[in-house]
């Protein structure tokens, strides 16, 4: 079983940044690794939207994919020794406020497994 943990949420001024890390663990003697991840979140009354993308490994290792309403604002980055997937916000917009969910798609010996971690909230204030 492996579990992923977000942090680095909290409240920040429009313009301000913070950068959320989420980081995959598993029981002891545990292997495995990240291939892919993404951060999404979620606003009050509206639905849960994706945020960025990251693929871990393989060829297409690093490529990203970004919302509209993020792109050249937040950065989507991995670290697979750590097997941690961190997102860059800068410039943070009231309507950037929600709750933030990591995704990680996880290889576990022959097959991989969807994980979500349990929410990070981020407030922006004008």
């Known amino acids: 079983q492996v579990q992923l943990v977000e942090s680095g949420g909290g409240l920040v001024q429009a313009g301000g940044s913070l950068r959320l890390s989420c980081t995959a663990s598993?029981?002891?003697?545990?292997?495995?690794?990240?291939?892919?991840g993404g951060w999404y979140r979620q606003a009050p009354g509206k639905q849960r939207e994706l945020v960025a993308t990251?693929?871990?490994?393989?060829?297409?290792?690093?490529?990203?994919n970004y919302a509209d309403s993020v792109k050249g604002r937040f950065t989507i980055s991995r670290d697979n020794a750590k097997n941690t997937v961190y997102l860059q916000m800068m410039s943070l917009k009231p309507e950037d406020t929600a709750v933030y969910y990591c995704?990680?798609?996880?290889?576990?010996?022959?097959?991989?497994?969807?994980?979500w971690g349990q929410g990070t909230q981020v407030t922006v204030s004008s």
């Open positions: 598993g029981s002891s003697g545990s292997t495995f690794s990240i291939n892919a």
């Open positions: 990251i693929i871990s490994r393989d060829i297409s290792a690093g490529t990203t």
């Open positions: 995704n990680a798609e996880v290889r576990i010996g022959d097959y991989s497994y969807s994980y």
